[in-house]
């Protein structure tokens, strides 16, 4: 640990001072960052371990001190609301018991029951000397419908806990001689004290369906051999551990060498991300100042212009765009007329990487001029003035008023555009998609422009290789996570805005 | 917030315990292996819900064909078809989807023949009816359809390779043989050769081929697997690389198969019989269609090679035997004589039936005896590993105006160092 010195000294220090002091200071706070982050995670199992004990705690005590019917709900779900006149409630809690056994019998206890083995070999399709077939354990369905079950039983776990608390309030309340909530009372209120919940009921319903369950299946399929040559119905697919992250990370000589494939992949999504986001940024907002400059007339002409590119579809002009660059394309037409030999801008590893971003410059300016427009004229006058007056040059204006404030202002913007350009499969898959090979790539399944996300893309659809994929999915989550903790704790947005001024 | 927590321990939890224990099976024992001697059911009668999978232009056709063969059979089944558009290329992938709500009868180009058969989505057929199938079709064609010994598709065409349409105002058909003419008179008219040969594996290996390369892959049929293979590109490639760089060298390819160009900036289109109708448009009398030219390295000629391909009709296993052989029927309904020149008339699709192949109208047909010609230096596309496609397009893209022999002979070495690692791909 370096001593820490007031603002005061810091500003008496020489630039290379500066920086040697806070280069110390950054590694001198690793070994803090991970003893804090141990302190938390350990603070957190035990908060986790205190929540259970007393809810533990809570379902022992009111076991022992309820009356019967509470005692009875730990059984029959809603016994107690029933029998204390709430009916409704009483009716609900039996109804989401019922359904849940229902569910249970008729598919939940097969799909959890096989979810251990995802199907032994003995339950797999069989085909019949007649070639008929008879279509065995299903490992997709097991896995999807194993995921549901468990999370039916969580939300029973919670229903039931639920049913529990009522009756221990309901008897309190009881005991307290006040009134029970009548099943009027509890209409009123969906419309009235929980309407929010009476709204954010289907939202969240949705959100479980259609993302929060393929995600947790996804994860699990990372953990599979589900693949090309385990598909199901005709073939099982199982539980291989870790299996499949040990392929992605172990060094193998020949064209299969996924821990290398990986590596040149991220390495060159870091690269394109890195560029995509900040040629834009810097790009889009010289554009926008030019276009904002006192003395530029048709200031609205020259926008419209601009926005024009955004009207057109993205996938379009992509497309568009591809062909223009051809070798036969618009571009290289115009190049033969004058005289020159053609470009190979799709055919060249680099001379296609720099396309891309160059064409995703492009793309991406009108849409950082539209955003820094209205930001760099909120930017006040006066401080622009008053380095005029005190002489600063315009790069001085820029490096010392402007670009902070740009910086403040868009600085959550500039992150999520990195995460959205790591993740960024339209423009790479319209454009090159992926290509062009290059012999000195470590895998020939993947092109010179490849991202993990097109990576990903191919290995699922071409090769039909899921748990590979569901493991770079996972992956891609991981790198964009860690990533995007540390800009986000970088940035000047984070801290409040009277130290930033 | 807590309860999100607690919601989310659980389920790692439960993941890590259900992943850490690691059942490994012989997923591959088959206990009934299926009979091919027995013959076709007849006592089949009944009522059958059919779903078919075939190209849209030859929808309504195939609507008509399962028609006919109702009638044929005089009421013995009532059969509900229902006729999907789904294209040859798309239909292994959908079907690998999901098996079990694909279409019962489906058409497909063959490259998808061995990932649709590990995935168990086609049925083997019977032995009677393989004899015939195997004596009235192209003796290509029925090596496409057999997988690890067993015929287990129907062959509808014999038109999925590619040769040469040119430009009768540019080329004359003694400039069309030799591919340095070809570049030279390109060259001269500014008119460019449309031609994937360093984009796509299926046209780069057309090179490798004529100069002797071949990649043949052993296959367990039981699992799939690849497991081993032999394979001669490091040994014979670099004649087809010095050609493939004096066809860089000219810039004239574009990575295309596009007939649609030729006359506007193309004069040469290395493409198949898919595209003829925007070719015969295009360029309308000044169409012709050619076997591949030849290529001259060091004083040697070799005659361009060519993958020739098959489009087949497979059929999904069924649970109910009964369902199963009236497909099978069906299929090879839709497969015969008749059908096949029904397709040829309506869409031009090239017979892979050896009588109706033979038919005036198919022989007249310039662009099926553009292939016709090819076909002695055409060669079966043999079961291989998805990425050895990739592996040889690679190869050929990385092919510079300014290589040296000594790059060649790196690019081979790569190539084939990556063949090892492709056999569990």
Redesign the interface.
Known sequence: MIAEITGLDYLKLKKGQRFAYKFKRFFSLIPTFFKNLGIKIGLFFKNLGLGIYHWFKDLVLTFIHGDWKTKVSYIIMGFGSIARGQILRGILFLGFEILFIVYMIMWGGYHLGKLGSLGMYYEATITNPDGSVVYGVNSFNVLLYGVLTIFFIIALIYTWNLNIKQNRINEQIIADEKRLATAKDDLRAVVDKDFHKTLLALPSIGIFIFTLLPIFFMILVAFTSYDKNHMPPMNLFGWVGFDNFSQLFTWSAGGNNFAMTFGQILLWTIVWAFFATFTNYFLGMMVAMLINKKGIKFKKLWRTILVLSIAIPQFISLLYIREMFQTDGIINNFIASLGGKPIDFWGDPWLARITVIVINIWIGIPYLMLVTTGILMNIPADLYESANIDGASPWQQYSKITLPYMLFVTGPYLLTSFTGNMNNFNVIYLLTGGGPKDINMASSANGSTDLLITWLFNLAVSNSDYKLAAVIGIMVFIVVAILSLIVYNLIPSTRNEEEFQ | M??K???F???TL??LT??????????N???????DT?PD?DDDEGEYNIKVWCDKSILTLTQTQIAAFESLNGGKYKLTVNVEPESEGDAA?DM?QD??SGADIFCFAQDQLS?LK????L??I?STMADSVKSDNMKGAVNAATYGGNLCAFPMTSDNGYFMYYDKSVLNESDILNMDTIIAKCKAA?K?I?YKV??DGFYAASYFMATGCYSKWSIDPA???FTGYEDTYKANGMPAMKALQKLKAS?L????DQTN?LGD??AVAISGIWNYAAAKQALGENLGCAPMPSFIVDGQSYHISSYSGFKLIGVK?????KK??VC?KIARYLTNQQCQTERFNEAGWGPSNIAASKEQAVLDQPGLAALAAQAEFANEQNMCP??WW??V???S??VKADSTEADFKN?LE??D??????K??
């Open positions: 807590k309860h927590k607690l919601l321990v659980l389920l439960s993941s259900l992943s850490g224990c690691t059942f490994k099976f012989d997923y024992v088959d206990p009934y292996p299926f009979d027995l059911e992938s690998l098996v079990q990932r590990i995935a168990g989505a049925m083997d019977t500014g460019r449309n360093f984009a699992t799939g697997n810039d390819v574009s990575p295309n160009k900036t193309a296993p069924q649970t109910d035997s199963a052989s099978r998805g990425s990739s592996n397009a690679t190869l893209s990385s690019f790569i190539y160092s990556n063949l090892e690692g492709l569990d791909d």
